[in-house]
């Protein structure tokens, strides 16, 4: 282990379309995916429970978050800041 290097952990940008949980926000991240027979750009979106401390987000906000490790069943991801404010 000594000398090894830890991979960076993934950050990810999404909207949060729920904030119902205490201290919990559900953000949707979305990416587009060439499908590979029809050449054709689909939208992938992809829902994580993402751990908010200061219950800060609302819903509509764009957020970076970033893996962490797990902090329950669901959440593996902390939010880092709030990129833009709710629309």
Do not use: W
């Not at 940008?13 to 559900?26: H, L």
């Not at 993402?50 to 957020?63: L, M, S």
Request: proline content about 5%; some cysteine; glycine content about 4%.
């Amino acid at each position: 282990m000594q000398g090894e290097k830890m991979s960076p952990r993934k950050r990810l940008i999404g909207e949060v379309i729920s904030d119902k949980p205490e201290k919990t926000v559900v953000v949707q991240v979305s990416r587009k995916a060439m499908h590979p027979t029809y050449k054709k750009y689909i939208t992938k979106r992809h829902r994580y429970h993402v751990h908010d401390e200061e219950n800060r987000c609302k819903v509509g906000d764009r957020v970076e978050i970033e893996e962490t490790r797990p902090l329950s069943k669901l959440k593996h991801f902390r939010v880092i800041r709030v990129v833009g404010e709710e629309r």
